[in-house]
Structures are given as C-alpha cells and as structure tokens.
C-alpha cells in the first residue's frame, strides 16, 4: 500500500512538472479531449469496445491538432496520435471538396404556392392525371411545365390517376350523402321480459329519423309492408333516395331488396360484422337507447310505439344535431337574439314529452 502511494505521488509529480511549461488553451484542449473520451467510455458501459462516431472524431481532431506532437504522445488517448491527425487531414480535405465542388444549373425550384396547388387539385380530383392538372393550371393562368407537375406529384407519393380512382367507402358517403338512407333493426325488451323489434330509416344528410314499426314478429310479411310503406312515404316527401345500406340481418326477406329496386333505390350490404360502415344508423340506436329506451319501462307493443313517435317528433322537429352544425332535421334554426334588453330578459319555457324524459326549451309566448 505505501509503496503504491509512493509510486502515485512520484509520477503526478511528474506530470505536474510536465504541464507547467504548456499554455493555458493547450491545459484546456487537453482536458476537454479528456472529458470527451469519458463522455465515450460511458456510452459503452455495458457494451463492446467503444466506437467513436464522425462527431466524435471530428470533435476530437478540432481539439487536438493544435497541440505539439510531443503533447500528443503523452496524451491517454482511446487512439494512437497519428489517427488524430489522419482525421483532421479527412476534415480538411471534405471541406476543399464541397468548396471546390461548382453550384448546380438548372432551372429553379417550382414556387411553393404553385406546388401546394398542384398537391391541391390533386387531391380534390382523384381522376386527374398530371396532363389534366396541366391543363387546368393554364385556364387559371398559372404556366408550369407538365413535367413539373409529374415530378411535384411523384415527390410527394401521389399514385398515378388510374391508381387514386378508387374511392374509399367514407369518400362515397361524403360524396352521395344526399342520396343515401340507413335501415336498422334492434329490439328491446317489455316488463315482461318480451322481446320486440324496432325497424327505423335515416337519412344522411338532413338526419331525419323514420320509425317504420315495431313488432314482436318480424315477419318476412311484415318487413315487406314497411318496405312499400317506406317507399310511398318517400315518394310524398319527395326525398330522392338512390341508395339504401343495411346490414345482412336475415330478418329481410328478398322481397324487401325487390321493393325497392323497382323503386329505384338501390341496396347496399355492408360488411360482416362492419357496425361503422353503418355508423350514422348504429349511432341513432345508441342515443335513441341513451336518451329513451334507457329511461322508459316499456308495458307492450302499444306503449313502445306511442313513445317512438314521441321521440321521432322531438327527434326530427327540436333536437340539435351536431353532424349537421347543430341544425335539426324539419325546422330551421331561429335568428340569434342581438338585442341586448331581450338578452337580458330571456323567458324560457320548457315543454315535457313522456312524462319529463325529454325536454323541450322555447321561448314564452
């Protein structure tokens, strides 16, 4: 033990007698090479031999290179003194080559407004080819080369026309909403434990909810009446419906499909065991259950129809509906109060539908 002090203190000695002829930006490069080389040995702990990445070496060559070459064999580097100075020759010789290295020609980049038109149009129009996009810049004056608009295009991983012309089922919804209805079944159960059935339309733009029936037997008889009943009721209306989506419950019977493809209305089956591509219809039966079915102790038949017209009316005829920015189905949505004394006299009377489960708020007469 004191021969290994001993020994300590006689070589820190020497190297105290070592540092005293160095300046003070060579003592202080040569502590932060240091203090880097430790910053290395503890990324790799718990690793293989460690590896000094380009930042590393180059750090370490911008440290070192200024310091004599006799400063450097004494040095406890991870390396030998010549690689140090090889990286700094490497750091040199980069840099002369990307200073030497002549400016590209070529035309120059395609305005970014330009570009965020293109990407634009092409989205809003999946059929549109770069030849078409071509064309309809040149009608709105914006003069760009096709080429261009293929390389715009192809940056920014857009498929080819033939390829985008898919169109997704939420695309279809958006695009056809105004010609789409939804049917559903659910059922429901009385106080005495019967099962009934319930079967509702809605339409997807306006929301407006049709309750076609409720019944403890749907019967392929029974479906098919609500199916002309539906169909006539469209036709007083005059909604224009082309398309119907239901799921593949097997409580329709094929008549139900016939009903209405001689009526002009289309039926989309939705895929098994797929409730979104529904969502607009299966979202109704939630609230309705929420909002009705939930609350209510249904006796019969007869009780649960009375309350279905009940909530259809106030469905359709008061409800905001926020798919639709709030605005309700079969009533328009009032001029907001700007006068001030009214505002600060409001006289809000409220309305009960089935005994105090739904609430209607309107202004006092």
Same mark, same amino acid.
């Given at each position: 033990?004191?021969?290994?002090?001993?020994?300590?203190?006689?070589?820190?000695?020497?190297?105290?007698?070592?540092?005293?002829?160095?300046?003070?930006?060579?003592?202080?490069?040569?502590?932060?090479?240091?203090?880097?080389?430790?910053?290395?040995?503890?990324?790799?702990?718990?690793?293989?031999?460690?590896?000094? %990445?380009?930042?590393?070496?180059?750090?370490?060559?911008?440290?070192?290179?200024?310091?004599?070459?006799?400063?450097?064999?004494?040095?406890?580097?991870?390396?030998?003194?010549?690689?140090?100075?090889?990286?700094?020759?490497?750091?040199?010789?980069?840099?002369?080559?990307? $200073? $030497?290295?002549?400016?590209?020609?070529?035309?120059?980049? %395609?305005?970014?407004?330009?570009?965020?038109?293109?990407?634009?149009?092409?989205?809003?129009?999946?059929?549109?080819?770069?030849?078409?996009?071509?064309?309809?810049?040149?009608?709105?004056?914006?003069?760009?080369?096709?080429?261009?608009?293929?390389?715009?295009?192809?940056?920014?991983?857009?498929?080819?026309?033939?390829?985008?012309?898919? $169109?997704?089922?939420?695309?279809?919804?958006?695009?056809?909403?105004?010609?789409?209805?939804?049917?559903?079944?659910?059922?429901? %159960?009385?106080?005495?434990? +019967?099962?009934?059935?319930?079967?509702?339309?809605?339409?997807?733009?306006?929301?407006?909810?049709?309750?076609?029936?409720?019944?403890?037997?749907?019967?392929?008889?029974?479906?098919?009446?609500?199916?002309?009943?539906?169909?006539?009721?469209?036709?007083?209306?005059?909604?224009?419906?082309?398309?119907?989506?239901?799921?593949?419950?097997?409580?329709?019977?094929?008549?139900?499909?016939?009903?209405?493809?001689?009526?002009?209305?289309?039926?989309?089956?939705?895929?098994?065991?797929?409730?979104?591509?529904? +969502?607009?219809?299966?979202?109704?039966?939630?609230?309705?259950?929420?909002?009705?079915?939930?609350?209510?102790?249904?006796?019969?038949?007869?009780?649960?129809?009375?309350?279905?017209?009940?909530?259809?009316?106030?469905?359709?005829?008061?409800?905001?509906?926020?798919?639709?920015?709030?605005?309700?189905?079969?009533?328009?949505?009032?001029?907001?109060?700007?006068?001030?004394?009214?505002? +600060?006299?409001?006289?809000?009377?409220?309305?009960?539908?089935?005994?105090?489960?739904?609430?209607?708020?309107?202004? +006092?007469?």
């Amino acid at each position: 033990m004191l021969f290994r002090l001993a020994y300590l203190g006689v070589t820190n000695a020497l190297a105290l007698l070592r540092l005293l002829p160095m300046s003070d930006r060579d003592k202080d490069a040569e502590i932060l090479a240091l203090r880097h080389q430790i910053l290395v040995l503890e990324r790799h702990l718990h690793g293989d031999r460690p590896r000094l %990445t380009r930042a590393d070496r180059a750090w370490l060559a911008a440290l070192l290179h200024p310091l004599p070459r006799t400063t450097l064999n004494h040095l406890r580097l991870l390396v030998r003194p010549e690689t140090v100075l090889r990286w700094h020759r490497d750091l040199i010789a980069r840099r002369h080559a990307r $200073s $030497s290295r002549p400016h590209r020609a070529g035309r120059p980049r %395609t305005i970014r407004s330009i570009r965020r038109l293109v990407l634009r149009l092409a989205r809003e129009n999946t059929t549109w080819g770069y030849r078409r996009i071509h064309g309809e810049l040149l009608v709105l004056g914006v003069k760009v080369a096709a080429s261009t608009i293929w390389e715009i295009l192809k940056d920014a991983g857009i498929e080819p026309a033939p390829e985008r012309t898919s $169109s997704t089922w939420a695309a279809f919804l958006r695009s056809q909403a105004h010609a789409i209805i939804a049917a559903d079944f659910f059922e429901t %159960t009385t106080l005495t434990g +019967a099962r009934l059935y319930v079967l509702a339309v809605i339409e997807h733009t306006t929301r407006r909810i049709r309750i076609l029936g409720a019944t403890a037997h749907p019967t392929a008889a029974w479906v098919t009446q609500t199916a002309r009943n539906l169909v006539m009721d469209l036709e007083d209306t005059g909604c224009q419906v082309k398309y119907l989506i239901r799921d593949r419950d097997g409580k329709y019977p094929a008549l139900f499909d016939t009903i209405l493809t001689d009526a002009g209305i289309g039926v989309i089956l939705t895929g098994v065991r797929i409730p979104r591509m529904n +969502a607009i219809m299966e979202r109704w039966v939630r609230t309705c259950r929420r909002e009705l079915l939930d609350q209510t102790l249904i006796l019969n038949q007869r009780h649960l129809q009375h309350a279905l017209r009940e909530y259809e009316n106030f469905y359709n005829e008061h409800r905001a509906h926020q798919g639709i920015a709030n605005a309700r189905p079969l009533a328009l949505l009032p001029e907001p109060i700007t006068d001030p004394n009214r505002l +600060a006299h409001l006289n809000i009377h409220r309305r009960d539908r089935l005994g105090g489960i739904l609430h209607e708020y309107e202004h +006092a007469a």
